[in-house]
T-cell receptor
Framework: NAGVTQTPKFQVLKTGQSMTLQCAQD?????MYWYRQDPGMGLRLIYY???????DKGEVPNGYNVSRLNKREFSLRLESAAPSQTSVYFC??????????FGDGTRLSIL | GEDVEQSLFLSVREGDSSVINCTYT??????LYWYKQEPGAGLQLLTY?????DMKQDQRLTVLLNKKDKHLSLRIADTQTGDSAIYFC?????????????FGTGTLLAVQP
């Protein structure tokens, strides 16, 4: 009963490096989401995918790209990491109006 | 734009009731949610309420919604030390394929033994 699985759990990058955060869900959900969580700011939506083959920008998309590889997988890419992207990243999924289910997060530090 | 606000911190004694409050601005909100986040973990859905409801009770949890004032509260009865966590209020305006959430900043609940 995995739910939403994110990899890696932790990562340290140097400024300018690139990285892809992986997310997979096994609940056959159509919609998937990427959020970032920063102290005192709650969670903010980066990108989302309503269904396989579609992606849309959220509140804070700059510096990120996404790929909805198939119905199960939704990846988040940082092409040139910046210290301002140090954060905890959460992936979530849901179906229709049902609540979102969240992964355990990826803790990313950029030096 | 839409906004969700919460107080940052609440401290209670074990066995007391906790009440965490939330206000939101989007009058077209369809669903309102409470999530719990323990240290180093993801978000766990506690409960949610549809906007045409006033109250929902689930064991120790009671959610009250005042739609006129755009005010949501979560009451935890008989609070335990295991309830210590950050609690997030979130609202959504489900209008089609996705159910995007707008989160509050979170309320840190500290339960004193």
């Amino acid at each position: 009963n995995a739910g939403v699985t994110q990899t890696p759990k932790f990562q340290v990058l140097k400024t300018g490096q690139s990285m892809t955060l992986q997310c997979a869900q096994d609940m056959n959900h159509n919609s998937m989401y990427w959020y970032r969580q920063d102290p005192g700011m709650g969670l903010r939506l980066i990108y989302y995918s309503a269904s396989e083959g579609t992606t849309d920008k959220g509140e804070v998309p700059n510096g990120y790209n996404v790929s909805r590889l198939n119905k199960r997988e939704f990846s988040l890419r940082l092409e040139s990491a910046a210290p301002s992207q140090t954060s905890v990243y959460f992936c979530a999924s849901n179906e229709g109006p049902q609540p979102q289910h969240f992964g355990d997060g990826t803790r990313l530090s950029i030096l | 734009g839409e906004d969700v606000e919460q107080s940052l911190f609440l401290s209670v004694r074990e066995g007391d009731s906790s009440v965490i409050n939330c206000t939101y601005t989007d009058s077209s909100s369809t669903y309102l949610y409470w999530y719990k986040q323990e240290p180093g973990a993801g978000l766990q859905l506690l409960t949610y309420i549809f906007s045409n409801m006033d109250m929902k009770q689930d064991q120790r949890l009671t959610v009250l919604l005042n739609k006129k004032d755009k005010h949501l509260s979560l009451r935890i009865a008989d609070t335990q030390t295991g309830d210590s966590a950050i609690y997030f209020c979130a609202e959504s305006d489900y209008g089609g394929a996705t159910n995007k959430l707008i989160f509050g900043t979170g309320t840190l609940l500290a339960v004193q033994p």
